[in-house]
């Protein structure tokens, strides 16, 4: 990439000043709001995150309170936005700021970088938008629209190619850093698209994008990846008592979804007879065995498809634990994977 982007500062600054919308985190710049949204954000829409947002400050207005709330009433906070290991920084982070820096967040790029779950793109979105650091904030969109107006075909999945477009970002950081970030993020997200036409008509770079030009929008940007997506089949057993309450286990405290609660699953289909034997090495010998339907859910780099039963018990056993609808909905986290099966 080695077309200079010095020309998309003014324009670029001008569309946000005129067209920018008006999103409950960009009403202050307290460091806190920004940084609980850009959490938010990464691998989730905006219209996604806003009942989010709203309901997590409602409940943990600062860091302190973030500092010191319970693992699972987090956990409840995030039920549904996924990659559950953000939320758990969050925690982390909010106990390293109120130890180590009196509750105050740090203002410096190179001091935020530091913190549990906060990467270089984090860290350049708050120095730049919180404290007018001269810093880039380069996530997937910086990369599409720097993509097209270079006309790169680098492959914007390799760190190297990040690092490139991080550097030449780095050379030409307007004073207004932190709109000029906020600014690029919005345009790739509303007007260079990443998926269908992007919609050039309305864009403010228009006359300096080489791919717009040379007709290449569909090709670019270059998107490889060698990482191969794995497959996993489960079979999940939504247990209910002649009460009503339905059994829920803790997963792990590492892996994927650790610290979540779940339905009782076991690897793998299984004809009846296998699912009866299963239910009874649990001590939860069925009335009832009854399929009720199959579902995928997609994870970063592994799908699981899913096929769910629904059992019913006369007597249920200390293994799980056994909680109501009203419980299981206000009071445990249960990530959307086995949401979809009840």
Same mark, same amino acid.
Request: one cysteine or more; hydrophobic letters at 40%.
């Given at each position: 990439?080695?077309?200079?982007?010095? $020309?998309?500062?003014?324009?670029?600054?001008?569309?946000?000043?005129?067209?920018? &919308?008006?999103?409950?985190?960009?009403?202050?710049?307290?460091?806190?709001?920004?940084?609980?949204?850009?959490?938010?954000?990464?691998?989730?829409?905006?219209?996604?995150?806003?009942?989010?947002?709203?309901?997590?400050?409602?409940?943990?207005?600062?860091?302190?309170?973030?500092?010191?709330?319970?693992?699972?009433?987090?956990?409840?906070?995030?039920?549904?936005?996924?990659y559950y290991?953000?939320?758990?920084?969050?925690?982390?982070?909010?106990?390293?700021?109120?130890?180590?820096?009196? #509750?105050?967040? =740090?203002?410096?790029?190179?001091?935020?970088?530091?913190? =549990? #779950? +906060?990467?270089?793109?984090?860290?350049?979105? +708050?120095?730049?938008?919180?404290?007018?650091?001269?810093?880039?904030?380069?996530?997937?969109?910086?990369?599409?629209?720097?993509?097209?107006?270079?006309?790169?075909r680098d492959?914007?999945?390799?760190?190297?190619?990040?690092?490139?477009?991080?550097?030449?970002?780095?050379?030409?950081?307007?004073?207004?850093?932190?709109?000029?970030?906020?600014?690029?993020?919005?345009?790739?997200?509303?007007?260079?698209?990443?998926? #269908?036409?992007?919609?050039?008509?309305?864009?403010?770079?228009?006359?300096?994008?080489?791919?717009?030009?040379?007709?290449?929008?569909?090709?670019? =940007?270059? &998107?490889?990846?060698?990482?191969?997506?794995?497959?996993?089949?489960?079979?999940?057993?939504?247990?209910?008592?002649?009460?009503?309450?339905?059994?829920?286990?803790? &997963? =792990?405290?590492?892996?994927?979804?650790? #610290?979540?609660?779940?339905?009782?699953?076991?690897?793998?289909?299984?004809?009846?007879?296998?699912?009866?034997?299963?239910?009874?090495?649990?001590?939860?010998? $069925? +009335?009832?065995?009854?399929?009720?339907?199959?579902?995928?859910?997609?994870?970063?780099?592994?799908?699981?498809?899913?096929?769910?039963?629904?059992?019913?018990?006369?007597?249920?056993?200390?293994?799980?634990?056994?909680?109501?609808?009203?419980?299981?909905?206000?009071?445990? $986290?249960l990530p959307?994977?086995?949401?979809?099966?009840?």
């Open positions: 990439m080695s077309k200079s982007l010095s $020309p998309i500062v003014e324009p670029l600054l001008n569309w946000f000043d005129q067209s920018k &919308r008006e999103l409950p985190w960009r009403r202050d710049k307290e460091p806190y709001h920004i940084w609980i949204s850009e959490i938010m954000l990464q691998q989730t829409r905006i219209e996604a995150v806003m009942s989010y947002y709203a309901r997590f400050l409602e409940a943990l207005p600062d860091i302190e309170s973030l500092s010191k709330v319970d693992d699972d009433a987090l956990m409840k906070l995030w039920e549904g936005l996924g290991s953000r939320a758990r920084n969050l925690k982390k982070t909010a106990v390293v700021i109120t130890e180590e820096y009196g #509750g105050e967040f =740090p203002q410096a790029f190179i001091e935020l970088k530091k913190l =549990p #779950g +906060i990467g270089e793109y984090t860290a350049g979105a +708050i120095a730049s938008i919180c404290f007018d650091e001269k810093v880039p904030a380069v996530d997937g969109n910086v990369l599409r629209v720097i993509a097209r107006v270079q006309g790169s492959n914007v999945l390799l760190p190297q190619t990040k690092k490139s477009v991080t550097e030449q970002l780095g050379k030409i950081m307007p004073q207004r850093s932190g709109a000029f970030n906020e600014a690029l993020m919005e345009l790739g997200e509303l007007v260079c698209l990443p998926n #269908g036409a992007p919609l050039c008509e309305s864009c403010p770079l228009q006359e300096h994008c080489t791919a717009y030009k040379k007709g290449l929008t569909e090709q670019i =940007p270059v &998107r490889v990846k060698k990482m191969k997506r794995r497959r996993a089949d489960k079979s999940v057993f939504m247990i209910t008592d002649p009460d009503g309450r339905i059994a829920i286990e803790k &997963r =792990p405290d590492t892996g994927l979804l650790s #610290g979540m609660y779940q339905l009782p699953n076991v690897e793998g289909f299984h004809t009846d007879d296998e699912l009866q034997e299963i239910l009874r090495q649990w001590k939860s010998a $069925p +009335i009832d065995i009854v399929f009720t339907k199959e579902a995928k859910h997609v994870f970063t780099h592994i799908d699981w498809y899913m096929k769910a039963y629904h059992v019913t018990v006369e007597e249920h056993h200390d293994r799980f634990i056994w909680v109501t609808e009203d419980e299981l909905k206000n009071s445990y $986290p959307t994977a086995f949401q979809k099966l009840l």
